[in-house]
């Protein structure tokens, strides 16, 4: 009895939760079982046990103190243990057994055996983590010394006694492992078994889902369809989804060596359009899942190759026909993108209908009929599709070798008749030289050859990156090249010009023609000299003597330039100089003025029937007629070139690039010898050659040898292209040729051009438009714009992204004195307010290029209420005569530009402002102000357009009224003229505005230059003026639809009737005020803009040496040979 007893105690205390139970007592918690310790002894020992407060896998043990001399030793853990009756307490770890003797007391003989045991709940398994194939299980450290053993679905897990810094927890609280090796998307119902010593104290059950694993591939993929630029792709889900749902698909095309972008989708099919024609590619699908943590679980992936379908090929390209021989033609083309299987190029020729056929495209024909034009087309064969034809033509030469016979008589008749008068020839020739004034120098003559460099020809395709290559470290590469090149060329003589009766006829002493290819006039009996003038045949581009060049005419030489224009049969004369620069003598007036109608040089007469001036440049035509001469007259067309600065080279090379659009078409086959000449004829003269020349070998080669070509003009006049910027600045317009092209366009043109500009070949591809838009430079960042952003300025700018750039912005200056100053300064400062920038303040408006100069208009910000005084300011300091407002004050909630007049007078800072009258347009408003200045009582009459329909970045849907108030704001401001005075002027008649001073305002003054453009040349160049615009404020037409929008605008006021240009009718609407029509012209006599001047690293130096000589007593040549001592020559 007494064995079963204990017995079943024993098996009862492992499922109790705290220990050292006493006697035959029994404790029960809630979550807990029984557990019960069968003592040894009769005697109860054990009071009560409790958990240690301090450590929770300790338990505090209380034993029964029977008498004061009763004493215990406890024995377990490897130690003996004393509790005697002064401490009746005592610690003890649990999980461990215990042997509990009585050494004085009433049970001397007694012992108890007990077992500690922590608690253990039925939650005591809990799961913490879980993924598709592992859960992360955990319980209460306190069952360190427990064995947890967990069965799922017939797997076992078990885990030994552990303690948790050992565990997979963090939490020292707790112990955790792992359950691995689990299906994913399964729930799993597990039973628990905690136990201690070999036996079981408790079983929690559990259930655990495990996530969503790893999709299966998918199946069937299949190419369901494809064309030229596009697939489809199908397939069906995965035949296993057990693992977890199918939430969707990664679709991928690898084309060409990368990767496409990823769709994502959640059907099972798949179309893709950016493809090109006949492409090998592949695609690959991938199905996907989205777990319970939100996280892309991706699956096997499933592939297929493909290729799209052919295409019609591209037309070749870059065709070239040459002969190689009088009766032989080598054609050669460059083939484009083939869209097919392999490229097989056909050439058809028109002629006899042969065809030939080559893989490769280089065809030559020999065996053609002499004197005969053939026409031949060229396509490529792709395997499948047919390509574009492209015509082209070549005529054959003569038969040169019909002349041989005839020329080898005609040589030998020629010899014998050139041996008789050659002793004659030589006679002459001696006889001459003893008349000379001087003799011939002794001494050996320099091999200047042997300093030229070696210069390769620049290919079209690297004009740019040379460039730029040889640009950098200040222009190290360029100094280099020009330096190398002899200025004068010593092997060549120059006696006629040094003979003293033609001495006084050079403007410089040292820059004179060359014997070899000097202009000869006809003599003139009795009047030594009478055949020279300083004047060289030029070469052009494989067309020798193209070109005359000339020093400009002193009032002594006229009449001699007047002779060799009508003895060369010259109908086209090329002036790149101004009469006076600087106030210092260039060249004489060589013709007659409109007033006067007709003068006489010599027997040349020249009568001018008319005269154009444009902003840079002026044409005059001129008819000629000889006194001594029976013939009939000839015209002669005389243009002018003002925009050369005095100092320096023009900024824009375009400008030069325009002038030679003007010559080229005035010449024709009959035109004789093209006379350009400056002030010594040599520097501006040799520029403008060399850029002509340059440009018609780049168009004919694709290439261009600058250094060589200068080297060559070198050997046929002395100090051709005279300073290394304007050797810069040849590359400079071949770059600009190159990169851009031509974009002008005449009236007359214009419509059928802009249709051609506007017209796709393929809905995918840019229309010419477009690709013309995309060409123009954004010029952002190319210059400074530390004014703007300093702290104190940033408050001023509405928009922070449109700040002025510091060389061409607006200042206001504080002092009226520095004002007056400023209106005399000349245009010699490279900042026309230098003088007073530190006294200045800021103020978000920039210089506008016009169609008559730079600075023609201000471009400014919608006033801010803190700004409203300065652009009062702005406007009397510039004396504006019309402010052009583009926004209304508001648009929504935004505001756009606050309200800087009122009614009644108004005060802002010194300056009063009167709105005097109001009255309304087409679709705009005028209002008049009178400004006053408080201190000095000058008054301004200023008138304000304000433009309604136009609202945020969008262009005006219609632009009749915009085109009429523009019209109407030309009356208000003064005629253009550009004089030398108009150079000076500070002056800025029109101000324009918008929001940010760059949007709606870029887009204004583009159109109005156009338009001006248009009346007085009847031409455009859109692109030319957007790009000058964009360099001098950011934001100006930046997109597409308003470089659109100005084509169209210009090509609905000027439409075309029956082949003509038309004026709309458009133009003739104006709008007046009753009280200004009787205005006196003075209110509107401004003058117009300052010229842009170099930055010092442009400006040339000078072009006369300081050795200065005199000709003779009376006229004073100056000298060149180390460089001009007095200001530029060309």
Same mark, same amino acid.
């Given at each position: 009895m007494f064995l079963w007893l204990k017995l079943l105690a024993f098996g009862v205390a492992f499922l109790g939760q705290d220990a050292f139970l006493k006697g035959e007592e029994t404790t029960t918690t809630p979550d807990t079982e029984p557990t019960t310790v069968i003592p040894e002894a009769t005697c109860a020992i054990i009071e009560d046990v409790k958990d240690s407060k301090n450590n929770s896998n300790m338990a505090?043990?209380?034993?029964k103190i029977h008498t004061k001399d009763t004493e215990y030793i406890i024995l377990g853990d490897d130690r003996n243990r004393t509790v005697s009756s002064s401490n009746r307490s005592i610690e003890l770890p649990k999980c461990r057994s215990y042997t509990v003797k009585v050494k004085n007391g009433r049970c001397t003989d007694g012992t108890s055996s007990s077992f500690l045991v922590p608690k253990v709940t039925r939650e005591s398994l809990k799961v913490e983590e879980t993924n598709s194939t592992r859960a992360l299980l955990c319980w209460s450290s306190s069952l360190a010394c427990a064995t947890v053993t967990v069965t799922c679905h017939e797997t076992v897990f078990s885990f030994p006694p552990m303690h948790s810094e050992n565990s997979n927890s963090p939490d020292k609280n707790q112990i955790c492992d792992v359950l691995k090796n689990l299906l994913p998307n399964r729930l799993y119902n597990c039973i628990g078994s905690i136990g201690f010593n070999g036996n079981s104290v408790a079983n929690p059950n559990f259930t655990l889902l495990t996530d969503y694993g790893v999709p299966e591939a998918p199946q069937n993929l299949q190419i369901v369809h494809k064309n030229t630029t596009g697939v489809t792709v199908n397939w069906t889900a995965p035949g296993d989804t057990s693992n977890g749902p199918i939430d969707g698909y990664l679709v991928k095309f690898f084309v060409e060596g990368e990767w496409h972008p990823v769709r994502q989708v959640n059907t099972t099919h798949c179309t893709y359009y950016e493809f090109h024609p006949y492409t090998r590619a592949s695609v690959s699908v991938t199905p996907y899942t989205i777990n319970k943590h939100n996280e892309m679980v991706k699956g096997s992936s499933e592939s297929r190759e493909f290729t799209t379908d052919a295409a019609v090929p591209e037309e070749v390209s870059h065709i070239k026909a040459i002969l190689t021989a009088d009766n032989a033609v080598q054609i050669t083309c460059k083939k484009q993108k083939e869209f097919g299987p392999h490229a097989q190029f056909i050439l058809v020729w028109e002629n006899d209908r042969q065809t030939e056929n080559k893989s490769k495209c280089e065809f030559i024909r020999e065996n053609l009929f002499y004197l005969t034009n053939y026409t031949f087309k060229i396509f490529v064969f792709n395997g499948i599709h047919n390509g574009k034809e492209v015509v082209g033509s070549i005529k054959t030469r003569y038969n040169s070798r019909a002349l041989i016979i005839f020329l080898a008589f005609l040589i030998i008749v020629t010899v014998i008749a050139l041996l008789l008068v050659l002793y004659k020839i030589y006679d002459l020739h001696q006889k001459k030289l003893s008349n000379s004034s001087e003799g011939v120098n002794l001494v050996a003559v320099k091999d200047d050859d042997k300093q030229l460099l070696n210069i390769e020809p620049i290919p079209s395709e690297l004009l740019l990156d040379t460039y730029k290559r040889k640009i950098a470290d200040e222009g190290r590469l360029f100094l280099e090249e020009f330096q190398s090149i002899p200025r004068v060329f010593s092997k060549f003589s120059i006696k006629e010009a040094k003979k003293s009766h033609n001495q006084n006829k050079n403007r410089y002493i040292d820059i004179l023609p060359y014997d070899h290819n000097r202009v000869e006039l006809s003599e003139m009996p009795g009047d030594p000299g009478s055949d020279y003038i300083n004047a060289s045949y030029i070469d052009g581009f494989k067309e020798p003597?193209?070109?005359?060049?000339?020093?400009? #005419?002193?009032?002594?030489?006229?009449?001699?330039?007047?002779?060799?224009?009508?003895?060369?049969?010259?109908?086209?004369?090329?002036?790149?100089?101004?009469?006076?620069?600087?106030?210092?003598?260039?060249?004489?007036?060589?013709? #007659?003025?409109?007033?006067?109608?007709?003068?006489?040089?010599?027997?040349?007469?020249?009568?001018?029937?008319?005269?154009?001036?444009? #902003?840079?440049?002026?044409?005059?035509?001129?008819?000629?007629t000889n006194g001594r001469e029976r013939t009939a007259g000839r015209d002669v067309t005389h243009i002018q070139f003002t925009s050369w600065p005095d100092h320096g080279v023009p900024e824009d090379p375009h400008l030069l690039l325009k002038l030679r659009r003007r010559v080229n078409a005035l010449s024709n086959f009959f035109s004789g010898p093209i006379v350009v000449h400056c002030s010594a004829g040599v520097g501006r003269t040799g520029t403008y050659i060399g850029i002509d020349a340059m440009l018609e070998g780049l168009d004919a080669e694709g290439r261009v040898d600058v250094y060589g070509y200068i080297v060559k003009l070198r050997r046929q006049r002395c100090l051709m292209v005279q300073v290394e910027s304007q050797y810069i600045l040849i590359h400079q317009a071949l770059v600009e040729y190159n990169q851009y092209g031509e974009t002008e366009i005449s009236l007359s043109e214009l419509h059928s051009s802009l249709n051609d500009l506007k017209r796709k070949d393929h809905p995918s591809e840019p229309s010419l438009l477009e690709a013309e838009f995309k060409r123009l430079p954004s010029y952002k960042g190319w210059r400074t714009q530390n004014i703007g952003n300093r702290d104190e300025n940033k408050s001023k700018n509405r928009n922070a992204n449109i700040i002025p750039y510091d060389f061409n912005r607006v200042p206001i200056r504080y002092e009226e004195d520095c004002s007056k100053e400023g209106e005399h300064d000349s245009e010699e400062s490279s900042d026309e307010d230098s003088d007073c920038e530190e006294s200045s303040r800021y103020i978000n408006a920039?210089?506008?290029?016009?169609?008559?100069? #730079?600075k023609a208009m201000i471009a400014t910000q919608g006033p801010l209420q803190e700004t409203i005084s300065d652009f009062w300011q702005m406007v009397f300091q510039r004396k504006v005569k019309v402010i052009v407002m583009l926004t209304e004050l508001k648009e929504g909630d935004q505001e756009l530009c606050a309200q800087y007049w009122g009614e009644g007078k108004q005060t802002y800072d010194g300056i009063e402002v009167q709105m005097a009258d109001v009255n309304s347009g087409p679709g705009y408003t005028i209002r008049a102000f009178d400004v006053a200045h408080l201190k000095t009582k000058e008054t301004q009459k200023v008138y304000q357009y304000q433009y309604h329909q136009w609202s945020g970045c969008d262009v005006p849907e219609t632009p009749k009224d915009l085109v009429s108030m523009i019209l109407n704001i030309k009356q208000k401001l003064p005629a253009r003229q550009v004089t030398e005075d108009s150079r000076r002027t500070r002056s800025v008649p029109l101000l324009v505005h918008c929001c940010d001073g760059s949007q709606q305002t870029g887009v204004f003054c583009a159109l109005m230059t156009l338009l001006e453009s248009a009346e007085t040349e009847e031409v455009i160049d859109v692109f030319q003026v957007v790009k000058s615009l964009r360099r001098t404020r950011l934001g100006i037409v930046s997109t597409f639809e308003q470089y659109q929008f100005l084509y169209d605008t210009i090509a609905s006021t000027y439409p075309a009737q029956n082949g003509q240009i038309k004026k709309s009718s458009q133009q003739e609407d104006k709008v007046e005020f009753c009280s200004e029509v009787g205005k006196s012209d003075q209110e509107t006599d401004l003058i117009t803009t300052d010229l842009a001047l170099p930055r010092p690293e442009e400006i040339e130096p000078p072009e006369i040496c300081d050795g200065s000589k005199t000709a003779d007593s009376t006229k004073e040549t100056e000298s060149s040979t180390n460089g001009p001592t007095t200001a530029v020559l060309t």
């Amino acid at each position: 009895m007494f064995l079963w007893l204990k017995l079943l105690a024993f098996g009862v205390a492992f499922l109790g939760q705290d220990a050292f139970l006493k006697g035959e007592e029994t404790t029960t918690t809630p979550d807990t079982e029984p557990t019960t310790v069968i003592p040894e002894a009769t005697c109860a020992i054990i009071e009560d046990v409790k958990d240690s407060k301090n450590n929770s896998n300790m338990a505090e043990v209380f034993l029964k103190i029977h008498t004061k001399d009763t004493e215990y030793i406890i024995l377990g853990d490897d130690r003996n243990r004393t509790v005697s009756s002064s401490n009746r307490s005592i610690e003890l770890p649990k999980c461990r057994s215990y042997t509990v003797k009585v050494k004085n007391g009433r049970c001397t003989d007694g012992t108890s055996s007990s077992f500690l045991v922590p608690k253990v709940t039925r939650e005591s398994l809990k799961v913490e983590e879980t993924n598709s194939t592992r859960a992360l299980l955990c319980w209460s450290s306190s069952l360190a010394c427990a064995t947890v053993t967990v069965t799922c679905h017939e797997t076992v897990f078990s885990f030994p006694p552990m303690h948790s810094e050992n565990s997979n927890s963090p939490d020292k609280n707790q112990i955790c492992d792992v359950l691995k090796n689990l299906l994913p998307n399964r729930l799993y119902n597990c039973i628990g078994s905690i136990g201690f010593n070999g036996n079981s104290v408790a079983n929690p059950n559990f259930t655990l889902l495990t996530d969503y694993g790893v999709p299966e591939a998918p199946q069937n993929l299949q190419i369901v369809h494809k064309n030229t630029t596009g697939v489809t792709v199908n397939w069906t889900a995965p035949g296993d989804t057990s693992n977890g749902p199918i939430d969707g698909y990664l679709v991928k095309f690898f084309v060409e060596g990368e990767w496409h972008p990823v769709r994502q989708v959640n059907t099972t099919h798949c179309t893709y359009y950016e493809f090109h024609p006949y492409t090998r590619a592949s695609v690959s699908v991938t199905p996907y899942t989205i777990n319970k943590h939100n996280e892309m679980v991706k699956g096997s992936s499933e592939s297929r190759e493909f290729t799209t379908d052919a295409a019609v090929p591209e037309e070749v390209s870059h065709i070239k026909a040459i002969l190689t021989a009088d009766n032989a033609v080598q054609i050669t083309c460059k083939k484009q993108k083939e869209f097919g299987p392999h490229a097989q190029f056909i050439l058809v020729w028109e002629n006899d209908r042969q065809t030939e056929n080559k893989s490769k495209c280089e065809f030559i024909r020999e065996n053609l009929f002499y004197l005969t034009n053939y026409t031949f087309k060229i396509f490529v064969f792709n395997g499948i599709h047919n390509g574009k034809e492209v015509v082209g033509s070549i005529k054959t030469r003569y038969n040169s070798r019909a002349l041989i016979i005839f020329l080898a008589f005609l040589i030998i008749v020629t010899v014998i008749a050139l041996l008789l008068v050659l002793y004659k020839i030589y006679d002459l020739h001696q006889k001459k030289l003893s008349n000379s004034s001087e003799g011939v120098n002794l001494v050996a003559v320099k091999d200047d050859d042997k300093q030229l460099l070696n210069i390769e020809p620049i290919p079209s395709e690297l004009l740019l990156d040379t460039y730029k290559r040889k640009i950098a470290d200040e222009g190290r590469l360029f100094l280099e090249e020009f330096q190398s090149i002899p200025r004068v060329f010593s092997k060549f003589s120059i006696k006629e010009a040094k003979k003293s009766h033609n001495q006084n006829k050079n403007r410089y002493i040292d820059i004179l023609p060359y014997d070899h290819n000097r202009v000869e006039l006809s003599e003139m009996p009795g009047d030594p000299g009478s055949d020279y003038i300083n004047a060289s045949y030029i070469d052009g581009f494989k067309e020798p003597r193209k070109y005359i060049a000339a020093q400009g #005419p002193k009032d002594e030489t006229t009449d001699d330039f007047w002779r060799m224009i009508w003895e060369q049969k010259a109908t086209i004369i090329v002036m790149v100089t101004r009469c006076e620069e600087g106030k210092r003598n260039k060249c004489a007036q060589y013709w #007659p003025s409109m007033e006067n109608g007709t003068a006489t040089y010599g027997d040349i007469i020249v009568k001018i029937y008319e005269s154009k001036t444009c #902003p840079d440049y002026v044409i005059q035509k001129l008819h000629i007629t000889n006194g001594r001469e029976r013939t009939a007259g000839r015209d002669v067309t005389h243009i002018q070139f003002t925009s050369w600065p005095d100092h320096g080279v023009p900024e824009d090379p375009h400008l030069l690039l325009k002038l030679r659009r003007r010559v080229n078409a005035l010449s024709n086959f009959f035109s004789g010898p093209i006379v350009v000449h400056c002030s010594a004829g040599v520097g501006r003269t040799g520029t403008y050659i060399g850029i002509d020349a340059m440009l018609e070998g780049l168009d004919a080669e694709g290439r261009v040898d600058v250094y060589g070509y200068i080297v060559k003009l070198r050997r046929q006049r002395c100090l051709m292209v005279q300073v290394e910027s304007q050797y810069i600045l040849i590359h400079q317009a071949l770059v600009e040729y190159n990169q851009y092209g031509e974009t002008e366009i005449s009236l007359s043109e214009l419509h059928s051009s802009l249709n051609d500009l506007k017209r796709k070949d393929h809905p995918s591809e840019p229309s010419l438009l477009e690709a013309e838009f995309k060409r123009l430079p954004s010029y952002k960042g190319w210059r400074t714009q530390n004014i703007g952003n300093r702290d104190e300025n940033k408050s001023k700018n509405r928009n922070a992204n449109i700040i002025p750039y510091d060389f061409n912005r607006v200042p206001i200056r504080y002092e009226e004195d520095c004002s007056k100053e400023g209106e005399h300064d000349s245009e010699e400062s490279s900042d026309e307010d230098s003088d007073c920038e530190e006294s200045s303040r800021y103020i978000n408006a920039s210089f506008i290029t016009g169609y008559w100069g #730079p600075k023609a208009m201000i471009a400014t910000q919608g006033p801010l209420q803190e700004t409203i005084s300065d652009f009062w300011q702005m406007v009397f300091q510039r004396k504006v005569k019309v402010i052009v407002m583009l926004t209304e004050l508001k648009e929504g909630d935004q505001e756009l530009c606050a309200q800087y007049w009122g009614e009644g007078k108004q005060t802002y800072d010194g300056i009063e402002v009167q709105m005097a009258d109001v009255n309304s347009g087409p679709g705009y408003t005028i209002r008049a102000f009178d400004v006053a200045h408080l201190k000095t009582k000058e008054t301004q009459k200023v008138y304000q357009y304000q433009y309604h329909q136009w609202s945020g970045c969008d262009v005006p849907e219609t632009p009749k009224d915009l085109v009429s108030m523009i019209l109407n704001i030309k009356q208000k401001l003064p005629a253009r003229q550009v004089t030398e005075d108009s150079r000076r002027t500070r002056s800025v008649p029109l101000l324009v505005h918008c929001c940010d001073g760059s949007q709606q305002t870029g887009v204004f003054c583009a159109l109005m230059t156009l338009l001006e453009s248009a009346e007085t040349e009847e031409v455009i160049d859109v692109f030319q003026v957007v790009k000058s615009l964009r360099r001098t404020r950011l934001g100006i037409v930046s997109t597409f639809e308003q470089y659109q929008f100005l084509y169209d605008t210009i090509a609905s006021t000027y439409p075309a009737q029956n082949g003509q240009i038309k004026k709309s009718s458009q133009q003739e609407d104006k709008v007046e005020f009753c009280s200004e029509v009787g205005k006196s012209d003075q209110e509107t006599d401004l003058i117009t803009t300052d010229l842009a001047l170099p930055r010092p690293e442009e400006i040339e130096p000078p072009e006369i040496c300081d050795g200065s000589k005199t000709a003779d007593s009376t006229k004073e040549t100056e000298s060149s040979t180390n460089g001009p001592t007095t200001a530029v020559l060309t």
